[in-house]
């Protein structure tokens, strides 16, 4: 027998090592988020074999096993594939004003509701000690423009 053939062996050996060391792929640098993500991408290479493009991202700081980082909407459709261009600054930027004057509104409108709620027209269910559904005084127009009628209980 002649070993002119590949050794089929050496190169499973070879390959089943190599599955263990970390990979030294370099990929184009596509953004940041305000969160500090950094996102990369290869492209898909159909000549090499590769036909899917591959997107991941950097989290800041330490890389850890914890994948409980944030990520925005806007690069988290795009890491999927749900888009095909990285999303611009602006865009972000934009998105994060009405992410932020969202949570504003919400504690202005939780504030009206927390003063003009009151506590005693809570009733609580003797049977299982929970309280009943919260009832706040709200008027509706019956006509559009005529005048309110006030809601009874």
Same mark, same amino acid.
């Given at each position: 027998?002649?070993?002119?053939?590949?050794?089929?062996?050496?190169?499973?050996?070879?390959?089943?090592?190599?599955?263990?060391?970390?990979?030294?792929?370099?990929?184009?640098?596509?953004?940041?988020?305000?969160?500090?993500?950094?996102?990369?991408?290869?492209?898909?290479? /159909?000549?090499?074999?590769?036909?899917?493009?591959?997107?991941?991202?950097?989290?800041?700081?330490?890389?850890?096993?914890?994948?409980?980082?944030?990520?925005?909407?806007?690069?988290?459709?795009?890491?999927?594939?749900?888009?095909?261009?990285? /999303?611009?600054?602006?865009?972000?930027?934009?998105?994060?004003?009405?992410?932020?004057?969202?949570?504003?509104?919400?504690?202005?409108?939780?504030?009206?509701?927390?003063?003009?709620?009151?506590?005693?027209?809570?009733?609580?269910?003797?049977?299982?000690?929970?309280?009943?559904?919260?009832?706040?005084?709200?008027?509706?127009?019956?006509?559009?423009?005529?005048?309110?009628? !006030?809601? !009874?209980?």
């Amino acid at each position: 027998m002649s070993n002119n053939g590949r050794p089929i062996i050496r190169i499973l050996i070879q390959n089943f090592l190599n599955s263990f060391r970390p990979r030294q792929i370099k990929g184009d640098y596509k953004g940041e988020d305000y969160l500090g993500n950094k996102f990369y991408e290869i492209k898909a290479d /159909p000549s090499r074999g590769k036909r899917k493009t591959s997107r991941w991202y950097e989290p800041p700081g330490k890389p850890e096993l914890d994948y409980g980082h944030e990520l925005t909407a806007e690069w988290e459709s795009w890491l999927r594939g749900r888009r095909q261009d990285p /999303p611009t600054q602006e865009e972000l930027l934009k998105n994060l004003a009405i992410m932020q004057m969202k949570k504003k509104n919400a504690a202005a409108l939780e504030g009206k509701y927390e003063k003009s709620q009151d506590h005693a027209s809570i009733k609580h269910d003797v049977a299982t000690g929970r309280a009943a559904f919260p009832r706040y005084d709200e008027e509706y127009e019956i006509m559009p423009g005529s005048k309110p009628i !006030k809601q !009874k209980d």
